[in-house]
């Protein structure tokens, strides 16, 4: 910023001496004069458009009003598709930056693009520019467009680390080809570059090792991420915490504080199970898993509620929501689900870790045949019909039937008990 306020300090110097000079016969002189008056009119006016968008900027983050935001972007937008040219390398970079940012925040991750690609255009040496540019691909969930840039960032840049983990994460969650999933994030992570050491990075590369049954290297992965503090612990591995809660893989019910609400939904089992059943029995009611978690067999879900409020299925299913909407600690969990869960025979879901520390995850047994199996951490237990299996789904979890027919449980994710009302009213959904 210091250039351009040198720059304004002159012409208002100029301003008060605006005469040709004595020695004004020389044309050269005077065409430099004038020069330098456009120059200095230009920059003062972008100075003014630069002063107006940063303004604006701050009053929608006091007024916290999108509105306002979106006045801040498009000053900031208008100051660097138009008169980009004459903002000079550092401030051009900084609007540019703020400018992504602030629409990132907003999720207008088309418009950012075209930013990035003024920052690509002029500043073409620095890799930084297209990362970024894939970041923001991957923000607004466009693995195959992150993809391309990536490889030709890393076409010219081959160890650029950044560059490196964010490639092995888009081959493992779009191409589902964890082998070369996991030797780029390995390698990514090996640089220790900016940007690498990452939990997100560390989960997946672990997860990649896992799925080609590599556990051994996976489990070193995880320790070196909960050593240097991006997991909790080598076994709880989400990656949206609150420090210090107590943590344990399976729960009783009076440790999650909720006992008396959980027997009282307990009474009313069979019912749930009824509702649940008849649903099933409905084609087409349930849905997919959509995670990639299943590894054989079939595992479908009925949502019922999610983020804290209910969703239309509980027009499906009102009596299980009627008893669900009584229980607070279940209704309010905006980082958690109700759901009916149903394992067809045969079906495995891999070892996995929720996304959060934020909930506990309770099960009711509702049709549980045998040889039913849910491993959390080092534990393997099983359901009962009509009781609760209560876990921490951010540990390592995994889950078999190799019985007969289907088991269904009723999941109901409740907010864990030592958060304060403030905590919960001001976290973010998931
Ligand atoms: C899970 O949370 O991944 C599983 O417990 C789901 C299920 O239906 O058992
Ligand atoms: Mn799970």
């Excluded at 208008?78 to 400018?99: M, P, Q, W, Y």
Aim: hydrophobic share 35%.
């Amino acid at each position: 910023a210091d250039e351009n306020q040198e720059e304004t300090d002159e012409a208002e110097a100029e301003g008060s001496s605006s005469q040709i000079p004595k020695e004004g016969g020389e044309k050269s002189y005077l065409d430099q004069l004038l020069e330098d008056q456009v120059r200095m009119d230009n920059s003062e006016e972008i100075e003014e458009m630069l002063l107006e968008a940063k303004i604006t900027d701050a009053r929608a983050e006091k007024e916290q009003s999108n509105k306002r935001l979106m006045e801040a972007i498009e000053l900031y937008k208008d100051l660097l598709i138009t008169h980009g040219d004459k903002l000079n390398a550092s401030i051009f970079k900084e609007v540019a930056e703020r400018c992504i940012e602030r629409m990132r925040f907003i999720g207008k991750f088309k418009a950012a693009v075209k930013i990035h690609r003024l920052l690509i255009e002029r500043f073409s040496d620095e890799p930084n520019y297209p990362n970024q540019l894939a970041v923001t691909y991957l923000l607004g969930n466009h693995l195959s467009e992150a993809k391309l840039i990536l490889h030709e960032i890393l076409m010219r840049w081959r160890f650029n680390g950044f560059a490196l983990v964010h490639y092995g994460f888009v081959l493992k969650n779009l191409d589902k080809d964890y082998e070369n999933a996991a030797l780029y994030i390995k390698e990514g992570i090996d640089s220790n570059e900016p940007g690498t050491q990452d939990g997100r990075f560390y989960f997946n590369l672990g997860d990649a090792l896992q799925r080609l049954g590599k556990n051994d290297e996976a489990r070193e992965v995880y320790k070196k991420g909960a050593k240097i503090g991006l997991f909790l612990s080598e076994h709880q591995r989400s990656l949206y915490n609150v420090d210090h809660l107590k943590s344990t893989p399976f729960w009783t019910k009076v440790q999650t504080t909720y006992k008396d609400d959980l027997m009282e939904i307990q009474k009313y089992w069979q019912l749930i199970r009824d509702e649940g059943l008849k649903l099933l029995s409905e084609d087409g009611r349930f849905s997919n898993e959509a995670e990639n978690l299943k590894d054989t067999g079939d595992w479908k879900q009925f949502e019922l509620f999610a983020r804290g409020r209910k969703t239309k299925h509980c027009m499906l299913a009102p009596i299980t929501c009627q008893i669900i909407e009584n229980f607070d600690a279940a209704a309010t969990c905006k980082r958690g689900q109700v759901k009916f869960s149903v394992l067809h025979p045969k079906t495995h879901i891999h070892s996995h870790t929720g996304p959060t520390n934020c909930r506990v995850r309770c099960h009711l047994g509702l049709k549980v045949p045998e040889k039913t199996f849910l491993r959390v951490a080092d534990e393997t237990r099983s359901w009962k019909d009509g009781e609760w299996l209560i876990f921490d789904d951010s540990f390592e979890h995994e889950v078999w039937h190799n019985g007969t027919g289907l088991r269904l449980v009723l999941i109901v994710d409740v907010w864990h008990p030592q958060l304060t009302d403030l905590e919960k009213q001001s976290m973010s959904p998931i």
